[in-house]
């Protein structure tokens, strides 16, 4: 089943994402080669491709799982995690209608 993992950043988190980006984008490219990542991506602070300064508040990913658990258990060792640039997960079961 697809599950949705949106993470909300704290405050000011744009070094703590440059520290650990490298690590997060690596575990996206593994799910992705296994044929299970749908998307992913940050949400700009601002209305812009490139938020500058302003940052990002968060990030979606929406991927292939076992299980809710197995969403989970992935979303709380990622490195954006682990690094303190979420101040919150959440982890949704997600039914994909568009695109077929």
């Not at 991927?63 to 989970?72: C, G, H, K, L």
């Amino acid at each position: 089943m697809l599950y949705a993992i949106m993470g909300r950043d704290v405050e000011e988190s744009s070094d703590r994402r440059r520290r650990a980006q490298q690590r997060h984008r690596e575990r996206l490219q593994q799910l992705q080669a296994a044929g299970r990542l749908v998307l992913a991506g940050p949400f700009p602070a601002v209305d812009a491709e490139d938020p500058g300064p302003a940052g990002f508040r968060g990030s979606l990913t929406v991927a292939e799982f076992d299980s809710e658990q197995a969403a989970r258990e992935w979303a709380d060792t990622d490195p954006y995690v682990e690094a303190g640039v979420y101040e919150r997960v959440t982890v949704r079961p997600f039914r994909q209608v568009f695109p077929q």
